[in-house]
């Protein structure tokens, strides 16, 4: 299934933008008459009858929707420190929206090396991973924030801070609660901080393990978001 981002959808029409439009009439070689699947980002999942074959402009019509296709039981927050490569960062947008996530912050930690992202960028990342991996649900990725302006936040549910100094920690798998919302916190290349992980367990956070190796920051968050998803789904089956 090939998926186009509609995330002003409203009503029965639909006129896709010049580079949706391109890609359908003169990449896909669509005619009138063809269906197309859209979505707007919050669950709806939309079939479409192309109206014309305008490479600027294609308009389409909704002939059927699905609604909450594909919703999961769970909600996960991944706060991420961006790293200093930022196609790293990337990398772990892109693979994280694929597994399945929620939210997503860019978290300026004390030894970030990257204290500055460029959000539009980002965001066109999630959108292309939402359409390749044909989901339903467009991750809300907000802006970045400081440790401390994060932890000030109410953040419902399970909280969990990723940990890999000074002893041992239970992993992530043996707390997490099946079904429940989750908010983990990764840190940057350095680590977290003594003073920051403090300030994590005085807000609720529970110090957790990904594994006994010691992963890049990008790599940490796709565990951390495969381990949540791979425990539902295994409820789900």
């Known amino acids: 299934m090939q ?9 029965d029409h639909y006129t896709l933008e010049e ?7 003169r990449v896909l070689r669509m005619k009138p008459g063809d269906t197309i ?6 669950g709806n999942l939309y079939t479409a ?31 991420v420190a961006p790293t200093k490569n930022i196609n790293r960062f990337e990398w772990f947008l892109e693979k994280a929206t694929e597994i ?3 939210e997503i912050t860019p978290l300026i930690c004390q030894r970030s090396e990257r204290k500055t992202v460029k959000p539009e960028r980002l965001i066109k990342v999630v959108t292309a ?9 467009h991750p809300v990725l907000h802006e ?39 908010t983990i916190l990764i840190g940057p290349e350095g680590d977290f901080s003594p003073e920051e992980v403090s300030m994590a367990i005085d807000n609720g956070y529970k110090t957790v393990s990904l594994g006994n190796s010691r992963l890049r920051t990008e790599t940490a968050g796709v565990l951390a978001c495969h381990t949540v998803a791979l425990l539902n789904n295994e409820l789900e089956h």
């Open 19 to 25: 580079q949706e439009s391109k890609h359908i009439i």
């Open 3 to 11: 998926l186009f981002y509609a995330p002003e959808l409203q009503g």
């Open 144 to 182: 970045p924030k400081s440790f401390k302006d994060f932890l000030s936040n109410d953040h419902k549910g399970e909280k969990y801070i990723a940990y890999v100094e000074e002893g041992e920690h239970p992993s992530l798998k043996s707390l997490y609660s099946i079904g429940k919302q989750a």
């Open 100 to 102: 399945g996530i929620d």
């Open 49 to 79: 009858k192309l109206i014309n074959d305008d490479t600027r402009r294609c308009t389409v019509r909704i002939i059927d929707i699905k609604k909450e296709y594909g919703k999961r039981h769970y909600h996960i927050h991944l706060a």
């Open 37 to 42: 699947s859209l979505t707007d980002g919050t």
């Open 129 to 137: 991973a939402m359409k390749q991996s044909v989901k339903a649900y």
